[in-house]
């Protein structure tokens, strides 16, 4: 579960490299979601209720 988390911090913050490029695009189709980011964000809170979302350092 640490990895998964460490992965997730690391799309949220907008890191995809390595990430197949029609990943993020076929889960944001099961919804209403606009950009892969709003998906992500939305994903973070379902998981991580009360945590702030990850944001990329200076």
């Given at each position: 579960?640490?990895v998964?988390?460490?992965e997730?911090v690391r799309?949220?913050q907008?890191?995809r490299?390595?990430?197949?490029?029609e990943?993020?695009d076929t889960?944001t189709?099961?919804?209403?979601?606009?950009?892969?980011?709003e998906?992500l964000?939305?994903?973070?809170?379902?998981?991580y209720?009360g945590?702030?979302?990850?944001v990329?350092?200076p």
């Amino acid at each position: 579960m640490a990895v998964f988390r460490q992965e997730l911090v690391r799309l949220v913050q907008g890191d995809r490299e390595g990430l197949h490029p029609e990943a993020l695009d076929t889960a944001t189709d099961y919804d209403d979601w606009e950009t892969d980011d709003e998906f992500l964000v939305w994903l973070w809170g379902a998981l991580y209720p009360g945590e702030a979302v990850p944001v990329k350092g200076p």
